[in-house]
Nanobody, 119 residues
Framework: QVQLVESGGGSVQAGGSLRLSCAASAYSGSIYCMAWFRQAPGKEREEVARIYTGSGNTYYDVDSVKGRFTVSQDNVKNTLYLQMNSLKPEDTAMYYC???????????WGQGTQVTVSS
């Protein structure tokens, strides 16, 4: 069983930055994919970005975050990051870290961290 713990959320003004972290209890060899999801009030959860831990290849699933968000990993610290710049009020959501041993990437979930962006 893999445990994921997110941190780094908070409240910022539009245009600000935050860096989310997701510490995994297990990493290389047991996790193939890690991803960030978000869920805004009244909306469905959506995948924001993912990284394949072996290759380091990244993918961004939400057009509005491309060029503003960067997903990365630290294999030594077993940690996933999401650097969020030029934040907008529409980025306000609960952000979740997910991971999996396959491309499905959603076998394990963190508890979420709230990001609130004010205009």
């Amino acid at each position: 069983q893999v445990q994921l713990v997110e941190s780094g959320g908070g409240s910022v003004q539009a245009g600000g930055s935050l860096r989310l972290s997701c510490a995994a209890s297990a990493y290389s060899g047991s996790i193939y994919c890690m991803a960030w999801f978000r869920q805004a009030p009244g909306k469905e959860r959506e995948e924001v970005a993912r990284i394949y831990t072996g290759s380091g290849n990244t993918y961004y699933d939400v057009d509005s975050v491309k060029g503003r968000f960067t997903v990365s990993q630290d294999n030594v610290k077993n940690t996933l990051y999401l650097q969020m710049n030029s934040l907008k009020p529409e980025d306000t959501a609960m952000y979740y870290c997910a991971a999996g041993p396959t491309v499905r990437c959603t076998n394990y979930w963190g508890q979420g961290t709230q990001v609130t962006v004010s205009s």
